[in-house]
C-alpha cells in the first residue's frame, strides 16, 4: 500500500481569500512578524497579537475551502493507499473540506493556549488579553499558534511519515521557512519521490524531482484525478 505525504502552505487557501505572506499584498508587507508572530511580540504588546488573530479567525469563518482543499479531501478518502495532509496554515479550510488527520504543525487559529499552564481548549472567537485560562485562572492566554522562534508541532510524527513515504508533494508553499522548507530534501534522502505543485517555483524548487505550476484550483483537482486514474 502506497503512502502519499503532503505539506501544504497558505498558497493552497489563497484562492480562499486568505492572502498568503510573502507573496505581493502578503500578511508580512502589512504587518511585522516580530510584532505579531514571536513570544516576544507577544509579551510586549498582547492586544495587538491578539487583534491580528482576532481579524484573522474572522477571515477565517468568512471564507470557504476551495477546490484544492476539497480535491485532497477527496484523494484521502478514495485512495488506495494512505494520504497524510501536514499543513503549515492555522486556518481550518482542510477540515471543512473534507479532510481528516490533519497535522497543523504550526497550531491552530481555532485554539486557545494558556502561556502559564499549557491548557488548551477551543478558542472563543475574539480573544482578549484579560481572558482567564479556565484551567489555572491566569489571565494568560495566547492563540494556540506557533510562533517564530517557537518548536512546531508533531515533528517526530512527520519525519516518521515522511521517511515512510512512497510520494511527498508539496503544495502552495513558498519553501522559506524550515523546518517545512526542508522535508522535500529530507524525503529526498531517504529515496522518497517528491512534487511541487506551486503558482510559481518555492525557494526550494530545485530540490523536487518534478514540479507543476498554476493556481492550486487548476493543478491540485487535475493532479488528484490522475493520480486516482492511476491507482
Ligand atoms: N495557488 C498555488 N500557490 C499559490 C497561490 C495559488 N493560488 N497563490 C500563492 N501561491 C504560492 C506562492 O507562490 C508562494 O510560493 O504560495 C506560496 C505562499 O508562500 P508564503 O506566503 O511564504 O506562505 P508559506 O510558504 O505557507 O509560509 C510558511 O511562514 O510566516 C510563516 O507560519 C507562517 O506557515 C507560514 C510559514
Redesign the pocket.
Known amino acids: 500500500m502506497s503512502h502519499i505525504v503532503i505539506l501544504t502552505?497558505?498558497?493552497?487557501s489563497?484562492?480562499s481569500g486568505l492572502g498568503?505572506?510573502?507573496?505581493k499584498d502578503?500578511l508580512?508587507t502589512k504587518y511585522d512578524?516580530n510584532e505579531v508572530?514571536t513570544p516576544e511580540g507577544f509579551a510586549r504588546n498582547p492586544d495587538l497579537v491578539h487583534e491580528f488573530y482576532n481579524a484573522r479567525r474572522a477571515n477565517c469563518q468568512n471564507a470557504q475551502p476551495n477546490a484544492a482543499h476539497t480535491a485532497l479531501a477527496h484523494l484521502q478518502s478514495t485512495y488506495s493507499g494512505r494520504v497524510t495532509i501536514i499543513t503549515?496554515?492555522v486556518d481550518d479550510l482542510h477540515e471543512r473540506g473534507g479532510a481528516s488527520d490533519v497535522i497543523h504543525m504550526?497550531g491552530e487559529l481555532f485554539g486557545a493556549l494558556c502561556a502559564a499552564c499549557d491548557h488548551r481548549w477551543p478558542a472563543p472567537f475574539e480573544m482578549l488579553p484579560a481572558d482567564a485560562c479556565p484551567a489555572c485562572r491566569a489571565a494568560a492566554t495566547r492563540p494556540d499558534i506557533?510562533w517564530f522562534g517557537e518548536m512546531p508541532y508533531r515533528m517526530d510524527e512527520i519525519y516518521q511519515h515522511l521517511s515512510g513515504a512512497d510520494l511527498f508533494v508539496a503544495?502552495?508553499?513558498?519553501?522559506?521557512?524550515y523546518p517545512?522548507a526542508g522535508f522535500v530534501a529530507d524525503a529526498r534522502a531517504v529515496g522518497v519521490e517528491t512534487l511541487e505543485?506551486?503558482?510559481?517555483p518555492?525557494a526550494v524548487a530545485g530540490t523536487f524531482d518534478a514540479a507543476r505550476f498554476g493556481?492550486?484550483?487548476d493543478?491540485v483537482p487535475l493532479w488528484v484525478t490522475e493520480v486516482l486514474q492511476q491507482s
Open positions: 502552505g497558505a498558497g493552497i489563497a484562492e498568503t505572506f510573502r507573496d502578503g508580512w512578524l508572530a503549515q496554515n504550526h506557533v503544495i502552495g508553499t513558498s519553501g522559506n521557512v517545512a505543485l506551486n503558482l510559481e518555492s493556481p492550486a484550483t493543478v
